[in-house]
């Protein structure tokens, strides 16, 4: 199985509401991702976990806060966001991170959000 | 800094005819290069990986290359059908484990 699922699949929130979107694998993944995407654009890395740490902030605004509660699942909690964050957002993972082995990374189905 | 280019940004083809999709890299210390294919509003879906020490991966009717001296990849999707309708990305894996993504490659296969 090679599944990374997202919930929810859409959220439309105001720019001072605090949402979360989640982000679940169970194929033992210790390295796990959020990008962010811009319609016609690639993926942008914003976070990285290893081992259920930070490993890569991005230089991310903080009204965008991860969390990673065990090895399984990947929270991205959402706080006064602005309508240019609206964007699909990607989480993946992959075996691991860092290491003389490059390994594949699975993406999710993302979580179209819209800020109004 | 690691450029990934695809061109072209788009493409048509009539049903059947082979799809060659190129993408060119400037840095060659590269770890990895991963093709995806990602269906409006979806997500990535993995292709096809292939590691640095490879030459080339295949898998049904795709098949990617890579040339690290030169800087290129190239996936092949041969007999195409409108179900290949889609964008396809390609990702080099750089020497700090992130991935630099290219534009992508728009496929229209007309029926």
């Known amino acids: 199985d090679t599944e990374v699922t997202q919930t929810p699949k859409h959220l439309v929130m105001g720019m001072t509401n605090k949402k979360s979107l989640k982000c679940e694998q169970h194929m033992g993944h210790r390295a796990m991702y959020w990008y962010k995407q811009k319609a016609k654009k690639p993926p942008e890395l914003m976070f990285v976990y290893s081992y259920e740490k930070l490993s890569i902030n991005e230089s991310v605004p903080s009204r965008f806060s991860p969390e990673c509660p065990n090895s399984s699942l990947l929270n991205l909690h959402l706080h006064a966001l602005q309508p240019e964050d609206s964007a699909l957002y990607l989480c993946?993972?992959?075996?691991?991170?860092?290491?003389?082995?490059?390994?594949?990374?699975?993406f999710g189905p993302g979580t179209r959000l819209t800020v109004t | 800094k690691q450029e990934v280019t695809q061109i072209p940004a788009a493409l048509s083809v009539p049903e059947g005819e082979n799809l060659v999709l190129n993408c060119s890299f400037t840095d060659s210390a590269i770890y990895n290069l991963q093709w995806f294919r990602q269906d409006p509003g979806k997500g990535l879906t993995s292709l096809l990986l292939?590691?640095?020490?490879?030459r080339e991966q295949t898998s049904g009717r795709l098949n990617a290359s890579l040339d690290k001296s030169s800087g290129r990849s190239t996936l092949y999707i041969a007999a195409s059908q409108p179900g290949d309708s889609a964008t396809y990305l390609c990702?080099?894996?750089?020497?700090?484990?992130?991935?630099?993504f290219g534009a992508g490659t728009t496929v229209t296969v007309r029926a």
């Open positions: 990702a080099v894996g750089r020497s700090d484990y992130k991935l630099s």
């Open positions: 993946a993972s992959s075996q691991d991170f860092v290491g003389s082995t490059s390994y594949e990374q699975y």
């Open positions: 292939i590691q640095s020490s490879q």
